[in-house]
């Protein structure tokens, strides 16, 4: 219906569904630049990324320009060319080919309607029904307590604590407090993100992928200097579709 004059693509959809998101809780748009702040900041930490900007803070990310409001260009992932390859093998066969085996212990897909008109963009459906199956297989039925850290396909600033909230990580409504409070960050409760997520660097249609390759990192504790403490137990997510349409979940352990 609206093909004709242009006004829904990719980025515009999504700042209907941060306003939407920022909306139903009573979030601040501040919101946004300390998800993109914290994102940006372990991004220039990350040698594999290609987004790596120095200096920083939630004034530089507030003051970049806007491209659909509330979503600025920081908000945003930047297009970026990557390599990245993942070897699948039998449990039996993994332990023959390297000494520090990754697990998929449960795996979830769901896809929720095309047409924005009716869905509900302040939440994701899709990414809750996800994150259950993937954790129903894996044993997991709290997952903000048994998860160690999460690597969630953000491809906009809004959509980390969104997503986190729909998969079960962070309480519904509490996304604001647990930014600002720095649980969501490499020495918080629930790291998400630690590598720097997609606002560092994003290639179309295989972010998920890069999410994956990362968690394996934390988890064999090869991430170098965003290596976490305590990464055990991993939940990663991928993303298709306009503003979310289709999630994927794994959750990795050792």
Do not use: W
Request: contains cysteine; negative net charge; proline residues 5%.
């Amino acid at each position: 219906y609206d093909r004709q004059v242009g006004l829904l693509n990719e980025l515009s959809g999504a700042a209907l569904q941060a306003r939407s998101y920022l909306s139903r809780f009573g979030y601040s748009e501040e919101l946004l630049d300390l998800v993109a702040t914290k994102d940006l900041q372990l991004a220039a930490k990350n040698p594999r990324q290609g987004r790596r900007l120095e200096s920083v803070d939630v004034e530089k990310v507030r003051s970049s320009d806007f491209y659909y409001e509330p979503l600025r260009e920081l908000h945003c992932y930047p297009r970026t060319d990557v390599g990245c390859v993942v070897l699948l093998a039998s449990e039996k066969k993994a332990a023959e080919l390297t000494e520090k085996p990754v697990l998929i212990l449960g795996a979830g897909n769901s896809i929720e309607t095309y047409f924005y008109g009716e869905r509900d963009l302040s939440r994701s459906p899709s990414a809750s029904e996800a994150s259950r199956r993937a954790c129903s297989l894996a044993g997991i039925s709290d997952p903000s307590k048994e998860i160690d850290f999460a690597e969630v396909s953000a491809l906009f600033a809004h959509q980390e604590p969104l997503l986190a909230e729909s998969m079960g990580l962070i309480p519904e409504g509490e996304a604001e407090k647990a930014y600002r409070d720095g649980l969501t960050g490499p020495g918080g409760s629930m790291p998400i993100n630690p590598s720097g997520g997609s606002l560092g660097g994003h290639t179309v249609c295989a972010g998920g992928l890069l999410r994956l390759c990362e968690a394996v990192l934390q988890i064999r504790g090869e991430a170098g200097p965003v290596q976490l403490e305590k990464a055990g137990t991993a939940l990663v997510h991928g993303q298709d579709g306009l503003c979310a349409q289709q999630n994927t979940v794994l959750i990795l352990g050792a």
